[in-house]
């Protein structure tokens, strides 16, 4: 069984700055891709960021260098560093893996979700 647990939401204010965590555990076999999406109310799930294994990050076209991805492999995270946040980037910010266990090929994964809400 796969695992994956947000951290770091929260309440910001316009131009202020979180770091959302995520931590993969349990019958991992070799980790894919790591990223974070967001949902908004009454808006479709959409990619912020993601980070395959040994390349380059892709970032959602609204994150406009303001938002930055990071992965450690050995620790089995992900991290995002989000930077002059705007009233429009308030959503739950998901954790999503494509991990393939000692079973399976590669499957999606999703954490439970972290609450961002940017308000004055």
């Known amino acids: 069984q796969v695992q994956l647990v947000e951290s770091g939401g929260g309440l910001v204010q316009p131009g202020g700055s979180l770091r959302l965590s995520c931590v993969a555990s349990?019958?991992?076999?070799?980790?894919?891709?790591m990223g974070w999406y967001r949902q908004a109310p009454g808006k479709q799930r959409e990619l912020v960021a993601s980070?395959?294994?040994?390349?380059?990050?892709m970032y959602g076209a609204f994150v406009k260098g303001r938002f930055t991805i990071s992965r450690d492999s050995g620790k089995n995270t992900v991290n995002l560093q989000m930077s002059n946040l705007e009233p429009d980037d308030t959503a739950v910010y998901l954790c999503h893996a494509a991990i393939a266990t000692v079973a399976t090929g590669p499957e999606d994964y999703w954490g439970q979700g972290t609450q961002v809400i940017v308000s004055s």
């Open positions: 980070i395959p294994r040994g390349g380059g990050p």
């Open positions: 349990g019958s991992l076999g070799s980790i894919y891709v």
